[in-house]
């Protein structure tokens, strides 16, 4: 059973950054895809970014060219760094990793921006 643990989260001024890291327990190579989701309590979760085995790069309208999607395969991690953040960017934010068979997440973290 692979798991992804979060980290990073906070509290943070509107315009403030925040770098969001996602470990997991196995080896990155494993998954077809890696991604970032966030919710907030009583709404549906969001897709915020996914980036594939490949290397290609997914993100969400509203956090086009300010948020960034890498990993670091020697250290099984996966990043969000979040710039120029906004109030309606706080949220739990969750790392995915998908396989051919299943569909991993993490616990969360809370990223709360203050206006």
């Known amino acids: 059973q692979v798991q992804l643990v979060e980290s990073g989260g906070g509290l943070v001024q509107t315009g403030g950054s925040l770098r969001l890291s996602c470990v997991a327990s196995?080896?990155?190579?494993?998954?077809?895809?890696m991604g970032w989701y966030r919710q907030v309590s009583g709404k549906q979760r969001e897709l915020v970014a996914t980036?594939?085995?490949?290397?290609?790069?997914n993100y969400a309208d509203s956090v086009k060219g300010r948020f960034t999607v890498s990993r670091d395969h020697a250290k099984n991690t996966m990043y969000l760094q979040m710039n120029s953040l906004k109030p309606e960017d706080t949220a739990v934010y969750y790392c995915?990793?998908?396989?051919?068979?299943?569909?991993?997440w993490g616990q969360g973290t809370q990223v709360t921006v203050s206006s």
């Open positions: 995915n990793g998908r396989t051919n068979f299943y569909n991993y």
């Open positions: 196995a080896s990155i190579f494993s998954f077809n895809a």
């Open positions: 980036i594939t085995s490949g290397g290609d790069r």
